[in-house]
């Protein structure tokens, strides 16, 4: 099997079997935001929750959990389950900087590609960066956890 049939299946399993499908009650006392993002392009949308612990790692808040519900193809989908499933226990600078790797490496057109032993599954989108019109798809809930982390902090 090739690495390109290997990241189309990593992508297809995520979008059928979601991480984090279905907004989660935030807990008593923890700090939220939910961002809602809209593709008028091809009509995908993701309404995100953020939910940052109560604790602090290294001085700085956590995501305990992101939840989301949305509507789209199967890569917007896809990419919110490797989003929720791997952001819990991240710093958000953590996040932002997994979210900028992210965004680079979709917006390169393939001259980026992410490690996988640092970055996971988020390295299957790399075949999404030669299509420029997938491009948006792949960042919807990125963006929104990207907006939704920063309004969580202020509160």
Sequence with gaps: MSLEALYQDIILEHSKQRTGDGLIEVPAGHRSADNHQYNPTCGDEINLRLVLSDELKDGQPVVESISWEGDGCSISMAAASVLSEMAPG??????????????????????????????????????????????????????????????AQTK
């Design 90 to 151: 991240m710093t958000v600078d953590e996040l932002q900087s997994h979210v900028d790797a992210f965004r680079e490496m979709l917006r390169s057109r393939g001259k980026v590609t992410l490690d996988e032993e640092e970055y996971g599954d988020m390295a299957a989108f790399a075949g999404v960066s030669k299509f420029m019109a997938r491009v948006k798809c792949a960042m919807l809930s990125w963006v929104a956890a990207e907006e939704a982390s920063r309004e």
